[in-house]
């Protein structure tokens, strides 16, 4: 594939089901960045007074970014399968340098990642952008057919999206397995 449009995320991401904060790729330029959309659930929202939490939010920017954008790049470096990646190296989150948060993501309120690539090398990328809060309705794949990279960067949207959280620098990093898990110690 060219792109991560079209790709299922629970195929691109490591990710368990209840820990998946991906539903679908809608604008994806391998080098630029990516749009994705997620609609938390009753599970995200759990003990959270039905609000989807600005932690969560970084997460599911972090697997909708950081983690695609570098996955889809390796993998096509190594021509492995996400499932034979996967066998090899995973994700850690290395840091972050700000998170601002305008609006809450309430529960079943679907929200759009706007990532932007700022450094990728030797599977560590740095990504920033924005979430926007999604109007009722709105066929997401039509709105998105013509997006373009500049858009993107400009973060060009029309006025019915509503931003929710801005996040600047988020770091992270693909690593061996057993680093992840040493010799001799349970996973």
């Known amino acids: 594939m060219s792109t991560l449009v079209g790709l ?23 080098h630029v960045g990516v749009v994705a959309a997620y609609t938390p659930d009753e599970w995200d929202v759990m003990d959270h007074f039905g609000v989807f939490r600005a932690v969560d939010q970084v997460e599911s920017f972090g697997q909708a970014v950081v983690v695609s ?29 700000s998170v601002h948060c305008h609006d809450v993501i309430p529960y ?53 999206f509503v931003l929710a959280t801005e996040l600047h620098d988020i770091l992270g990093k693909g690593i061996k397995n057993e680093i992840l898990t040493p010799t001799g110690r349970s996973s």
């Open 8 to 30: 299922d995320p629970a195929t691109v991401l490591p990710h368990g089901p209840s820990k998946l904060l991906v539903d679908e790729y809608l604008w994806h330029s391998p």
């Open 69 to 97: 954008c570098s996955a889809f790049l390796d993998t096509g470096k190594t021509s492995l399968s996400y499932t034979e990646y996967y066998k090899l190296r995973n994700f850690v989150f290395v840091g972050i340098k």
């Open 108 to 160: 079943k309120q679907k929200y759009i990642c706007l990532g932007v690539i700022n450094f990728y090398k030797f599977r560590q990328m740095t990504a920033s952008g924005r979430i926007y809060k999604v109007p009722a309705g709105l066929d997401l794949q039509e709105y998105f057919r013509d997006f373009t990279e500049e858009r993107l960067r400009n973060y060009d949207l029309g006025k019915e």
